[in-house]
Nanobody
Framework: QVQLVESGGGLVQAGGSLRLSCAAS????????MGWFRQAPGKEREFVAH????????YYADSVKGRFTISRDNAKNTVYLQMNSLKPEDTAVYYC??????????????????WGQGTQVTVSS
C-alpha cells in the first residue's frame, strides 16, 4: 500500500504562483509514475500532468502547458506541481496519484492505483 498526502494548496490571486507537494509513503515510490489531477465544483476530475518513474518524461494537459511544471525527488518520495500564472479557472481540488505499473503516459483516472486526499487551490480574479 502507498499513502499519498498533498500539501501546498491555498488562496492566490490571478497571475500568482503556488507549489503543490505530494509526499508518498513506502519504499517503491521511485518505481511509480505519478500524476496530478484536479476537480472543480460540479465538474469531473481531469488530468493535469504526468511524470515518469525516473522523472525524464513529463506530459501536460493543454490547459496548463507552459504554466505548470511537474517534477519529483525520489530521494524524498515527493512529487511537485509548480503552478505559475494561475487563472481563476485553475480553481479546483488537486489530487496526486500513483501508477504502480507504469507503461507509457497515462491521462485517465483508471490508470492510477493510489490517490491522495486532495488539496484545495483557489484563484481569485
Amino acid at each position: 500500500q502507498v499513502q499519498l498526502v498533498e500539501s501546498g494548496g491555498g488562496l492566490v490571486q490571478a497571475g500568482g504562483s503556488l507549489r503543490l507537494s505530494c509526499a508518498a509513503s513506502g519504499r517503491t515510490f521511485s518505481t511509480y509514475a505519478m500524476g496530478w489531477f484536479r476537480q472543480a465544483p460540479g465538474k469531473e476530475r481531469e488530468f493535469v500532468a504526468h511524470i515518469s518513474w525516473s522523472g525524464s518524461n513529463t506530459y501536460y494537459a493543454d490547459s496548463v502547458k507552459g504554466r505548470f511544471t511537474i517534477s519529483r525527488d525520489n530521494a524524498k518520495n515527493t512529487v511537485y506541481l509548480q503552478m505559475n500564472s494561475l487563472k481563476p479557472e485553475d480553481t479546483a481540488v488537486y489530487y496526486c496519484a500513483a501508477d504502480a505499473y507504469p507503461f507509457g503516459t497515462v491521462v485517465v483516472l483508471e490508470g492510477y492505483d493510489y490517490w491522495g486526499q486532495g488539496t484545495q487551490v483557489t484563484v481569485s480574479s
